[in-house]
């Protein structure tokens, strides 16, 4: 669980940077969004995949974890 609230704070802060850079640079904070949004448009089939799996792969890992933890804990009461 603490690996997914890190994952999502860095996430925060990074899109916080870009967006921060942009006022900077006199944008608005609407412009400053567009240019986010509109930066993915020009993705492959190939980095979008890449980028779903590295966004999906912290959230995987703690679920797959809670998962085998359950398991254990059910073949320990059986016994």
Known sequence: ???LV????IFFVSISMLIVADLLA???????????HK???VLTIAELLIMATAFTIPFIIPVLTFIRQKR???KRESR
């Open 26 to 36: 006199g944008m608005t904070f609407r412009e400053a969004i567009t240019i986010l």
């Open 72 to 74: 254990k804990g059910n």
């Open 1 to 3: 669980m603490r690996v």
């Open 6 to 9: 890190v994952f999502i704070a």
């Open 39 to 41: 930066s993915f448009y």
